[in-house]
C-alpha cells in the first residue's frame, strides 16, 4: 500500500491516533496520521542524522562536543538517539517518551538498539521535568527536547514552569536544545520569552534551512562565553569529523540573534 508518496511498511495506533513508517528512495519516515515526518533514517546509513532539523540540533556540540548525561523529551524514530550513542562511547541517556507504541516501532523499525547506556521511560515530559526537579539532585550536562505530535509542538514543553524545571536539572554549564516549530509564530514568541526569562537570556537560536523548524539553545548561568572565532575553528574540526556543516551553524547564529548574541559569543 502506498501512502504519502511512499510504501506503507508498518502501520498501528493508539488512544492519540495513528503511527505509520513509509518508505520512500532508501529513506525511512515516521509519520503520526499526516504528511509531516516525525523521523528519517537512511536505510543504507541508519546511525547518520539524515533530517535537516536533527543535523542542525547537532549545533549543540559547538558548546559540548563530549557530552556524558543526557536526558531527552521525545524519541520519536530515535535517530538523535542512536546517533548519540553511536558517535559517544561514554554517554548515558534517558528518554522520556509519551507513546510506548513509538518505542517499539523505533526499536523494530529505526533500529533503535537495546544498549546498557539507554533507559526509556513511559510518561510525559512535562511531568517528568515538574517531578524530578522538585525530588531529585541528579543534574544533565545535556537536555534534548523534541517533543511533537501531528498537530506540532507538545504544549506541555512550552511554559516558563517547564524550562523552569529543565534549568534546575541542568548542570550550571549544561546546555539545553530544543526542536521549535517556527510557523506558529505566537507560539514560538511565548517559547522564545519563557526561555529568555528563565535562562536569563542566555539563548541562541537556528533556524533550519528549507524547514519551519528553529532550534532553540539555552545555556546554564556558569556557561563560559565563546569567541567567534572559537566557534569558527571548532566548526571546520565538526565538520571534518562529522560530515555536518557546522560553518554554517556558526553563520546562522550570528545572523540571526543579533539581541542575545553578546550574552552567548564574544565577538
Same mark, same amino acid.
Given at each position: 500500500?502506498?501512502?504519502?508518496e511512499g ?15 513509509i518508505?520512500t ?8 496520521g ?19 532539523y536533527?543535523?542542525a ?6 558548546f559540548?562536543d563530549?557530552p556524558k548525561?543526557?536526558l ?18 561514554e ?11 513509538v518505542?517499539k ?6 533500529? #533503535? *538498539?537495546?544498549?546498557? @547506556? ?7 515530559? /512535562? ?5 524530578? &526537579?522538585?525530588?531529585?539532585e541528579?543534574?544533565?550536562d ?9 498537530q506540532?509542538?507538545a ?6 514552569h517547564?524550562?523552569?524545571?529543565c ?15 517556527g510557523?506558529?509564530k ?19 537560536? #537556528? *533556524?533550519?534551512?528549507? @524547514?519551519?523548524?528553529?532550534i532553540?539553545?539555552?545555556? /546554564?548561568?556558569?556557561t563560559?562565553?565563546? &569567541?567567534m572565532?572559537q566557534?569558527?575553528?571548532?566548526a ?9 556543516d557546522?560553518?554554517?551553524?556558526v553563520?546562522e547564529?550570528k ?11 564574544k565577538?
Amino acid at each position: 500500500m502506498y501512502k504519502y508518496e511512499g510504501l506503507l511498511v508498518h502501520q498501528t495506533y493508539d488512544e492519540l491516533g495513528t503511527i505509520e513508517v513509509i518508505d520512500t528512495k532508501g529513506e525511512r519516515a515516521l509519520h503520526f496520521g499526516s504528511h509531516s515526518r516525525q523521523s528519517t533514517m537512511l536505510l543504507a546509513e541508519p546511525n547518520q542524522l539524515n533530517s535537516l532539523y536533527a543535523q542542525a540540533m547537532m549545533g549543540l556540540l559547538l558548546f559540548n562536543d563530549s557530552p556524558k548525561d543526557i536526558l531527552m523529551i521525545g524519541l520519536g524514530g530515535g535517530t538523535i538517539t542512536k546517533f548519540l550513542l553511536h558517535q559517544f562511547s561514554e554517554c548515558k541517556i534517558k528518554v522520556i517518551e509519551y507513546r510506548s507504541n513509538v518505542l517499539k516501532v523505533a526499536r523494530s523499525h529505526f533500529q #533503535l *538498539p537495546m544498549d546498557p @547506556r539507554l533507559k526509556v521511560k513511559i510518561g510525559c515530559g /512535562g511531568e517528568y521535568v515538574a517531578t524530578q &526537579s522538585r525530588f531529585t539532585e541528579d543534574k544533565h550536562d545535556l537536555m534534548v527536547i523534541d517533543a511533537f505530535d501531528h498537530q506540532g509542538m507538545a504544549l506541555e514543553v512550552s511554559s516558563e514552569h517547564f524550562f523552569d524545571g529543565c534549568r534546575t536539572l541542568l548542570k550550571e554549564n549544561g546546555l539545553l536544545a530544543i526542536n521549535l516549530w517556527g510557523t506558529n509564530k505566537d507560539l514560538f514568541r511565548e517559547v522564545t520569552w519563557n526561555m529568555g526569562r528563565v535562562f536569563e537570556w542566555k539563548i541562541l537560536f #537556528l *533556524p533550519v534551512r528549507k @524547514r519551519g523548524n528553529i532550534i532553540g539553545f539555552a545555556f /546554564g548561568k556558569n556557561t563560559p562565553k565563546y &569567541s567567534m572565532h572559537q566557534l569558527r575553528e571548532k566548526a571546520k574540526q565538526l565538520e571534518q569529523q562529522y560530515q555536518l556543516d557546522f560553518p554554517h551553524f556558526v553563520k546562522e547564529f550570528k545572523r540571526n540573534n543579533i539581541s542575545v548574541l553578546n550574552n552567548i559569543i564574544k565577538k
